[in-house]
C-alpha cells in the first residue's frame, strides 16, 4: 500500500484532456512539493513536473499540475498516442526521519 | 552530457547479498545526493534510501534499515548499494537516481537504465 494515493488506471482519446490525481497527508504533500515522473514500459522513469508545478526543460506545456494543501494533480492537455505511461507522484515525508514516498503510480492508455 | 550508468544484472540465492553500483559519468557524485529506488515486478517505485556523498551521510527507508547500505567513492564518481539477506520478494529493479536540490524543493532528475536484481534458489 503507497503512501499516496492514485487512481490505478485512467483513458483518454487523442486529443482529451486527462487529470491525474494524488492524495497524501500533513507530513508528505502538506507539507512539501510534490514531483511527477512519467515511466514509459521498459525505461527508467523520468521527471516530468519538479516543484508542485514545475516543468524541467524539454517537458512540452501539455503537461501541467498543481497542488492544494494534501492533494495534488496532473493534467494533461491534447493528449497523444506517446503519452501512453505509467504516472508517479512523489513527495518526500518528515516522518520517521523523513523519507521519499511514492503514489502507486496511474497508466494512462490513450485509446 | 552527464549520465548514471549501473552494473549489471545479477542473479542470487537466498540469504546472500547483492552490490548494485551506480556511476555518475561525465559529472562529480560531490554536486548531488544519489538515491536508490526499486520497482517489483508489475508494481510500482519504492524508495530504499540515499546518500549524500559530500558529507558522507545516509538515510534508509525503516522497512530496509538494517539489510541495505548505501556508500559511495567519491573518487570514482560512484555510489554503491549493498542488500543484504535477501529473499524472493526483493527481486526487482534496482534504480539509482540523482536527486536535485534547489531551494525549496528536491527531485529525481535524472535516473540510472535500472539493475534487475533476481533472487532465485
Known amino acids: 500500500q503507497s503512501v499516496l494515493t492514485q487512481p490505478p488506471s485512467t483513458s483518454g482519446t487523442p486529443g482529451q484532456r486527462v487529470t491525474i490525481p494524488c492524495t497524501g497527508s500533513?507530513?508528505?504533500?502538506?507539507?512539501?512539493?510534490v514531483n511527477w515522473y512519467q515511466q514509459v514500459p521498459g525505461t527508467a522513469p523520468k521527471l516530468l513536473i519538479q516543484?508542485?508545478?514545475q516543468r524541467p526543460s524539454g517537458v512540452p506545456d501539455r503537461f501541467s499540475a498543481s497542488k492544494s494543501g494534501t492533494s495534488a494533480s496532473l493534467t494533461i492537455s491534447g493528449l497523444q498516442s506517446e503519452d501512453e505511461a505509467v504516472y508517479y507522484c512523489?513527495?518526500?515525508?518528515?516522518?520517521?526521519?523523513?523519507?521519499?514516498?511514492f503514489g502507486g503510480g496511474t497508466k494512462l492508455t490513450v485509446l | 552530457q552527464a549520465h548514471l550508468v549501473q552494473s549489471g544484472p545479477e542473479v542470487k540465492k537466498p540469504g546472500s547479498s547483492v552490490k548494485v553500483s551506480c556511476e555518475a559519468s561525465?559529472?562529480?557524485?560531490?554536486?548531488?545526493?544519489i538515491n536508490w529506488v526499486r520497482q517489483a515486478p508489475g508494481h510500482g517505485l519504492e524508495w530504499v534510501g540515499g546518500?549524500?556523498?559530500?558529507?558522507?551521510?545516509?538515510n534508509y527507508a525503516q522497512k530496509f534499515q538494517g539489510r541495505v547500505s548505501i556508500t559511495a567513492d567519491k573518487s570514482k564518481d560512484t555510489a554503491f548499494m549493498e542488500l543484504s539477506g535477501l529473499r524472493s520478494e526483493d527481486t526487482a529493479i534496482y534504480y539509482c537516481?540523482?536527486?536535485?536540490?534547489?531551494?525549496?524543493?528536491?527531485?529525481?532528475?535524472?535516473w540510472g537504465q535500472g539493475t534487475l536484481v533476481t533472487v532465485s534458489s
Open positions: 537516481a540523482r536527486e536535485f536540490v534547489a531551494l525549496g524543493y528536491a527531485a529525481f532528475d535524472m
Open positions: 561525465g559529472d562529480t557524485l560531490n554536486n548531488y545526493a
Open positions: 546518500i549524500t556523498p559530500i558529507f558522507d551521510t545516509t
Open positions: 500533513t507530513s508528505n504533500i502538506g507539507s512539501n512539493s
Open positions: 516543484s508542485d508545478d
Open positions: 512523489a513527495s518526500w515525508d518528515v516522518s520517521l526521519n523523513g523519507h521519499w514516498v
